[in-house]
């Protein structure tokens, strides 16, 4: 299962572990500028989620990855594989959530959460606000199934924002663009079609919630939500614009991680 979802080890063998989780149509890249700054007091996690980066796809089965589930399964399967025991999980976006199933799955496997840009559920209703009404997430849906290519060089920038930066859009884009088409529709139902709600007054876990100041994937509103809901959570809304810090602004990332833990 190390080979499966591509497992890299750095930092101090003998330390704490901390794992980093990357997002949607993405992969352990994304860390690359986070990362190695707790390599001198951490034994650093990174992993590719089955069907993104150099994971081996022919381990993608579309029932298993058909809901969050089978992600979470795959987190824990590798933190037993390793030993894994109050470790720290650092996850972007759709594998915040990830993580939060992961540590009730299995219990004492982290000790503590970072959560950034998490959104239990991206979709309008119920009084509650995702950020997206039904019909936006059927048409984003509809959009990516018709014209793969064509929404990842459209959507990429606008997840990421800081359109002042327009090489952080690229490069969202080109990941976006090198995961395999069917396996990126069926991880985009997955994620935008999932609703984690009910599940997060499970946590006691610590967990600092990284919310950044304008994000059009998980507005102010849903970091709010979160922490309301996660007794035990810490609020942090960061300077960075875009969905994408660990990219954009990594050495604010970086200090408040630091500062959590």
Same mark, same amino acid.
């Given at each position: 299962m190390?080979?499966?979802?591509?497992v890299?080890l750095?930092?101090?063998?003998?330390a704490?572990?901390?794992?980093?989780?990357?997002g949607?149509?993405?992969?352990?890249?994304?860390?690359r500028?986070v990362?190695?700054?707790f390599?001198d007091?951490?034994?650093?996690?990174?992993?590719?989620?089955?069907?993104?980066?150099?994971s081996?796809?022919?381990?993608?089965?579309?029932?298993?990855?058909g809901?969050?589930?089978?992600y979470a399964g795959?987190?824990v399967?590798i933190?037993?594989?390793?030993?894994?025991?109050d470790?720290?999980?650092?996850?972007?976006?759709?594998?915040a959530?990830i993580?939060?199933?992961a540590?009730?799955?299995?219990?004492g496997?982290?000790r503590?959460?970072?959560?950034?840009?998490p959104?239990?559920?991206y979709?309008?209703e119920?009084?509650y606000t995702g950020?997206?009404?039904r019909d936006?997430?059927?048409?984003?849906?509809?959009?990516?199934?018709?014209?793969?290519?064509?929404?990842?060089?459209?959507?990429a920038?606008v997840?990421?924002?800081n359109p002042e930066?327009?090489?952080?859009g690229d490069?969202?884009?080109?990941?976006?663009?090198?995961?395999?088409?069917?396996?990126?529709?069926q991880?985009?139902?997955a994620?935008?079609?999932? +609703?984690?709600?009910?599940? *997060?007054?499970?946590? !006691?876990?610590p967990a600092?919630? &990284?919310?950044? =100041?304008d +994000?059009?994937?998980?507005? *102010?509103?849903v970091? !709010?939500?979160v922490?309301a809901? &996660?007794?035990n =959570?810490?609020?942090v809304?960061?300077?960075?614009?875009?969905?994408?810090?660990?990219?954009?602004?990594?050495?604010?990332?970086i200090?408040?991680?630091r500062s959590?833990?």
């Amino acid at each position: 299962m190390l080979e499966r979802n591509h497992v890299v080890l750095q930092g101090k063998k003998d330390a704490p572990a901390i794992v980093f989780s990357h997002g949607y149509g993405c992969d352990q890249n994304m860390w690359r500028l986070v990362a190695p700054a707790f390599e001198d007091q951490y034994r650093t996690v990174l992993f590719d989620h089955v069907g993104a980066g150099r994971s081996d796809l022919r381990a993608y089965l579309k029932a298993k990855y058909g809901s969050l589930e089978g992600y979470a399964g795959d987190l824990v399967e590798i933190g037993r594989e390793l030993g894994l025991k109050d470790a720290v999980f650092v996850g972007h976006s759709v594998s915040a959530m990830i993580g939060i199933m992961a540590s009730i799955q299995a219990p004492g496997m982290f000790r503590a959460l970072v959560l950034v840009g998490p959104s239990p559920c991206y979709i309008d209703e119920d009084g509650y606000t995702g950020g997206f009404t039904r019909d936006q997430i059927g048409e984003l849906l509809e959009s990516l199934e018709s014209n793969h290519m064509g929404w990842s060089m459209e959507m990429a920038p606008v997840i990421m924002g800081n359109p002042e930066r327009p090489e952080l859009g690229d490069e969202l884009a080109q990941s976006f663009c090198r995961t395999d088409p069917e396996i990126a529709k069926q991880f985009a139902r997955a994620t935008f079609l999932s +609703d984690t709600r009910e599940i *997060l007054g499970e946590v !006691d876990l610590p967990a600092l919630i &990284l919310q950044c =100041s304008d +994000d059009v994937i998980a507005p *102010l509103c849903v970091g !709010d939500y979160v922490h309301a809901r &996660l007794p035990n =959570s810490t609020l942090v809304v960061m300077k960075a614009t875009g969905h994408c810090p660990n990219l954009s602004a990594p050495e604010e990332t970086i200090a408040a991680i630091r500062s959590f833990l």
